[in-house]
């Protein structure tokens, strides 16, 4: 992480703006404070992606939430062409005064931007979606890039960047949610116990998804809803025990794919 901030910071003064990209189903909570520091004398634009997994009502929520602390936002799907589209313009209008300045000029040169957030929230997805291919290597998971990559369209220089995680977390509800949707190592995270946090959560505010997708109807024992997942999905061992470690993943997994509903943390 620090040899990531150090490569932003070194590479600063050759962009004109900076694209943060935060995952839509916690856009609060994916919001890194320090690159906020880092990038405070830049044109900055808070890209919620992944909005097509969360209702459009909580879209339009976080981004006016933004907006009201003074932050452009916009709220996209980097599978949808039309939202992808918008982001392009997005992107123009945050810089339309130095456009205009290099125009007066008669300077012509594409913008630069570079495009932070931390890790699996779609960097690399966004840049693919707005070079019109597969520029850069993309992955469901924390950590697919490992250093910058410049990628060049017709009016437009991406500068895609490592994720990058706070460097401490006081706020263990933050913590947990950005485990939820795979913006940690699942390596470094107890799956059994992060599956259980989930559907904790779920249970408070979208009982009615789990009822449809697991048949839970008893959200106050945490390991009778594990046991409904087991029932519905048919996980068992030998013997006929629950495989609870499969049941484990395959909420997490249905969870980061939607399949659970339209789900908003945050």
Known sequence: MTAAFRMMEENLKAVDGVMIILDGRAPFSSVNRKLDGLFKDKKVLYVLNKCDLIDPKDAKFAVAKFREEGKTAIAVSATDKRTVDALYDAVFGLLKEKIERYKNKGVFRPMRIMVAGIPNTGKSTIINAL???KKTQTGNKAGVTRGKQWVR?????LLDTPGTMPPAFDNQVIAKRLAYIGSMNDATVDMGDLAYELLRELWE????????????ENGDNTLEMMNAVCARRGFLLKGGDYDYERAASAVIDDFRKGRIGKIFLD
């Open 131 to 133: 070079s019109g291919g």
């Open 205 to 216: 505010k979208y009982p009615e998804c789990l009822r449809e997708r697991y048949g839970i």
């Open 153 to 157: 369209l017709r009016e437009l220089e």
